[in-house]
C-alpha cells in the first residue's frame, strides 16, 4: 500500500437543535440518485450524506446529476484494457499519397483553387471556429489562462487579441461571418470570459462568440471506485482535450452549428502563436478531398524530435506518439531524402458537422487513457482526508486525435512550419516567448518582402493582423523601404 498521511476534516456545524438530516434536495431525487449510483457499483458517494448540511447536501446532489456512473465505468474499464497493449505491437506506416498533400508541392493555380474554395464555404456562412482554450499559464509563470498572455510583441497584443484579429481580417476578406466557440475549463472560464469582455470581444460581435466547458470525469480508484474529494464532492478531473467531442454535444454547440448551417469546423490550441484561424487554403483542400476529418501538420525537423507522428497505425489513420515509434522506423527515409514519417501532428484540425455527430455516437468505442496519478481523498471509514505519496489511482482522458480511426475521409495537409507552427509553453527556452515572438516577427518581414519591400534596420517589424492575414493587402509597400523598428496597423 502507497504510504500516505492524513488531516483530520472540519465538521459541518449546524445550530443547536437543528438536525443535519433534513435536505433542501427532494426526497424523489436523492432516491433516485441512490438507485442510479447503487446500480453503478457507487453507491460509496453517499456514505456521509447523513452528516452533511442541506447546502453540501445540494452541492453533491448537484454534481452527482451531472454524471452518468455507468459511463464512467464503460471507459474506466475501456482505458484499463488499453493501457494493457503493448504500444510496441502496433503495426505503423506513413500515409498513403491519396491523403496527404504538402504546401511546398503544390502549383499556384492549385493553391489559389483551394483558397477560393475556403473562402467560398466561409461567405456562405458554412464554417465555424473552434478554439481549444482551457489551459492555464502556469508554465509561463502566468495565473491567467493561456490565452490572456502578451509574448512581448511592440504592440503587447495577447494571444486571444492576435486571433480574434485574424479571424476579423478574414471575415472582412472572404465577406462572411465565423462563429468563434472557445472552450474554456472550469478554473478558466470566468477570468476567459472577463477578459474578452474587457477588451470588447477584441472588435467582434459579442453573439458570435460562445464560450463552453471542456468535461471532466471523476478520479478513480485502481479498481474503478470514484474518489471523494470532500464529503460533498467528487474528485474531478478534465477529460483531455479529446473530450472536446462530448462537450460540443453537451454545450449545445452542435446544436447551435446546425441551427445556424455551420457544416465545417476548423479546430486549434490557443497556444500556437502563428496559427491561421479558419485557413482558408487548409479548409479548400479538406473539401476538395471530400474529408470528413482533416490535419494539419509540419514536417519533422529530425527523426528524434519529440512530436507525434500522424500515420497509418493498425490500418487506421491515427497518431503515435514519438516514444512508440521504433528507432528504425523513426530514421527511415524516402528515395528523395525526406522522413519516412514526417507529419508532425500540430493539434490543427478539419472537420464536418456530421462527422462530429457520429462521435457521439461511437463514444464508447473510443479509447481513453489512464494516467496514474496522486490523488487526495475523503477515507470513507474515518471521514479523514487523505494525501498519497504515491500514486494511487487513475484520471482519464482522450487525446483530440483518438477518433481518426473512425474517420472513412481523411485528408492531411502539410504547411511550412515557419508560416504555421511556433508553440508558447515555457517561460524560457524552446517554444517560449521569445522564439514565439521573433517567429511572428520573421513571418511579417518576409510578408513585406513577398511584395518586394525593402525592410532596413535590425529592429522588429510588426504588421496588425487586421492589416493582413497572410500576407495580403501588403502591395502598397511594393518598391518601397521599410525601416525597422516600425508596427503597420490598420
Known amino acids: 500500500m502507497a504510504p500516505t498521511h492524513t488531516e483530520p476534516q472540519p465538521q459541518p456545524t449546524t445550530a443547536p437543535g437543528k438536525s443535519m438530516t433534513?435536505?433542501?434536495?427532494?426526497?424523489?431525487?436523492?432516491?433516485?440518485?441512490?438507485?442510479?449510483?447503487?446500480?453503478?457499483?457507487?453507491?460509496?458517494?453517499?456514505?456521509?450524506?447523513?452528516?452533511?448540511?442541506?447546502?453540501?447536501?445540494?452541492?453533491?446532489?448537484?454534481?452527482?446529476?451531472?454524471?452518468?456512473?455507468a459511463r464512467v465505468n464503460r471507459i474506466h474499464a475501456a482505458a484499463m484494457a488499453a493501457?494493457?497493449?503493448?504500444?510496441?505491437?502496433?503495426?505503423?506506416?506513413?500515409?498513403?499519397?491519396?491523403?496527404?498533400?504538402?504546401?511546398?508541392?503544390?502549383?499556384?493555380?492549385?493553391?489559389?483553387?483551394?483558397?477560393?474554395?475556403?473562402?467560398?464555404?466561409?461567405?456562405?456562412?458554412?464554417?465555424?471556429?473552434?478554439?481549444?482554450a482551457g489551459g492555464q499559464g502556469t508554465r509561463l509563470g502566468s495565473a491567467a489562462p493561456k490565452g490572456c498572455y502578451d509574448i512581448g510583441l511592440p504592440s503587447g497584443k495577447s494571444l486571444f487579441q492576435l486571433q480574434a484579429e485574424r479571424l476579423r481580417r478574414l471575415q472582412t476578406v472572404a465577406g462572411g461571418t465565423l462563429p468563434w466557440y472557445?472552450?474554456?475549463?472550469?478554473?478558466?472560464?470566468?477570468?476567459?470570459?472577463?477578459?474578452?469582455?474587457?477588451?470588447?470581444?477584441?472588435?467582434?460581435?459579442?453573439?458570435?462568440?460562445?464560450?463552453?466547458?471542456?468535461?471532466?470525469?471523476?478520479?478513480?480508484?485502481?479498481?474503478?471506485?470514484?474518489?471523494?474529494?470532500?464529503?460533498?464532492?467528487?474528485?474531478?478531473?478534465?477529460?483531455?482535450?479529446?473530450?472536446?467531442?462530448?462537450?460540443?454535444?453537451?454545450?449545445?454547440?452542435?446544436?447551435?452549428?446546425?441551427?445556424?448551417?455551420?457544416?465545417?469546423?476548423?479546430?486549434?490550441?490557443?497556444?500556437?502563436?502563428?496559427?491561421?484561424?479558419?485557413?482558408?487554403?487548409?479548409?479548400?483542400?479538406?473539401?476538395?478531398?471530400?474529408?470528413?476529418?482533416?490535419?494539419?501538420?509540419?514536417?519533422k525537423t529530425e527523426p528524434d524530435e519529440p512530436v507525434g507522428v500522424v500515420c497509418v497505425r493498425n490500418n487506421k489513420y491515427g497518431v503515435v506518439e514519438y516514444s512508440e515509434?521504433?528507432?528504425?522506423?523513426?530514421?527511415?527515409?524516402?528515395?528523395?531524402?525526406?522522413?519516412?514519417?514526417?507529419?508532425?501532428?500540430?493539434?490543427?484540425?478539419?472537420?464536418?458537422?456530421?462527422?462530429?455527430?457520429?462521435?457521439?455516437?461511437?463514444?464508447?468505442?473510443?479509447?481513453?487513457?489512464?494516467?496514474?496519478?496522486?490523488?487526495?481523498?475523503?477515507?470513507?471509514?474515518?471521514?479523514?482526508?487523505?494525501?498519497?505519496?504515491?500514486p494511487n489511482g487513475v484520471k482519464m482522458e482522450l487525446f483530440i486525435f483518438d477518433v481518426f480511426p473512425f474517420c472513412d475521409k481523411f485528408a492531411v495537409w502539410e504547411g511550412e512550419r515557419c508560416d504555421e507552427f511556433a508553440p508558447l509553453k515555457n517561460k524560457d527556452g524552446p517554444d517560449s516567448p521569445a522564439t514565439s515572438r521573433e517567429a511572428i516577427l520573421d513571418l511579417h518581414r518576409r510578408y513585406l518582402s513577398g511584395v518586394g519591400a525593402v525592410v532596413e534596420g535590425d529592429g522588429a517589424v510588426e504588421i496588425s493582423p487586421l492589416v493582413s492575414y497572410a500576407g495580403e493587402g501588403l502591395e502598397r509597400f511594393a518598391g518601397k523601404t521599410v525601416r525597422a523598428p516600425c508596427q503597420i496597423d490598420a
Open 83 to 132: 493501457s494493457r497493449v503493448d504500444p510496441a505491437t502496433a503495426s505503423i506506416a506513413p500515409l498513403p499519397a491519396t491523403a496527404f498533400q504538402s504546401s511546398t508541392s503544390v502549383d499556384a493555380e492549385t493553391m489559389d483553387k483551394y483558397r477560393q474554395r475556403g473562402l467560398a464555404a466561409i461567405k456562405a456562412g458554412q464554417v465555424g471556429v473552434l478554439l481549444m
Open 182 to 299: 472557445v472552450m474554456v475549463s472550469g478554473p478558466t472560464r470566468a477570468e476567459t470570459v472577463a477578459f474578452f469582455e474587457k477588451h470588447g470581444y477584441f472588435g467582434l460581435d459579442k453573439d458570435q462568440v460562445h464560450f463552453f466547458e471542456q468535461g471532466t470525469l471523476p478520479a478513480l480508484t485502481q479498481d474503478g471506485k470514484i474518489y471523494l474529494e470532500a464529503k460533498h464532492r467528487l474528485a474531478l478531473a478534465p477529460d483531455g482535450n479529446g473530450g472536446v467531442y462530448a462537450a460540443l454535444s453537451t454545450s449545445g454547440v452542435l446544436a447551435h452549428m446546425k441551427q445556424h448551417g455551420i457544416e465545417y469546423l476548423h479546430a486549434y490550441c490557443v497556444d500556437n502563436c502563428l496559427v491561421k484561424v479558419a485557413d482558408p487554403v487548409f479548409l479548400g483542400y479538406c473539401l476538395d478531398r471530400g474529408a470528413e476529418v482533416g490535419a494539419k501538420t509540419v514536417c
Open 22 to 69: 433534513l435536505s433542501s434536495v427532494p426526497a424523489a431525487t436523492v432516491d433516485a440518485l441512490r438507485a442510479k449510483y447503487d446500480a453503478a457499483g457507487q453507491g460509496h458517494v453517499f456514505t456521509f450524506w447523513p452528516t452533511l448540511s442541506s447546502t453540501e447536501q445540494a452541492e453533491l446532489a448537484s454534481q452527482l446529476s451531472t454524471i452518468d456512473p
Open 325 to 390: 515509434i521504433p528507432k528504425e522506423l523513426a530514421h527511415a527515409r524516402n528515395p528523395d531524402g525526406s522522413l519516412a514519417l514526417s507529419a508532425a501532428n500540430i493539434a490543427n484540425h478539419f472537420y464536418t458537422r456530421a462527422f462530429l455527430e457520429r462521435v457521439v455516437e461511437i463514444e464508447d468505442q473510443l479509447e481513453y487513457h489512464v494516467a496514474h496519478k496522486k490523488i487526495a481523498h475523503v477515507d470513507l471509514a474515518t471521514g479523514s482526508i487523505v494525501r498519497p505519496e504515491k
